[in-house]
């Protein structure tokens, strides 16, 4: 089994920084793509950033270059560095992992359970 924990949500004001972790253990013989999403209420879950494993991050165009993504393979965890924070980014935010837990097993996409992040104005 693996499990994606996640931390370092809160609140903070507008124009304030975050820096969100997400960590994956368990059962794990390789990460593809870790990623990070986030779900605001009434609306759909969409993507924030993605890191594949060798290859550049992505990011959406909301992002608009306040955020970054980064990743520590050799502690299989995944960072999101949020800054000058707008309302608009308040949501619960959700990381994913790409993991193949086995030689023999393919590949699976597992989720944290979200971290909210809330920003006053």
């Known amino acids: 089994q693996v499990q994606l924990v996640e931390s370092g949500g809160g609140l903070v004001e507008v124009g304030g920084s975050l820096r969100l972790s997400c960590a994956a253990s368990?059962?794990?013989?390789?990460?593809?793509?870790m990623g990070w999403y986030r779900q605001a209420p009434g609306k759909q879950r969409e993507l924030v950033a993605t890191?594949?494993?060798?290859?550049?991050?992505n990011y959406a165009d909301f992002v608009q270059g306040r955020f970054i993504i980064s990743r520590d393979n050799a502690k299989n965890t995944v960072y999101l560095q949020m800054n000058t924070l707008k309302p608009e980014d308040a949501a619960v935010y959700y990381c994913?992992?790409?993991?193949?837990?086995?030689?023999?097993?393919?590949?699976?996409?597992?989720w944290g359970q979200g971290t909210q992040v809330t920003v006053s104005s």
């Open positions: 994913n992992a790409l993991v193949v837990p086995t030689p023999q097993s393919p590949p699976y996409v597992y």
């Open positions: 368990g059962s794990i013989f390789s990460i593809g793509a």
């Open positions: 890191f594949p494993s060798g290859g550049r991050a």
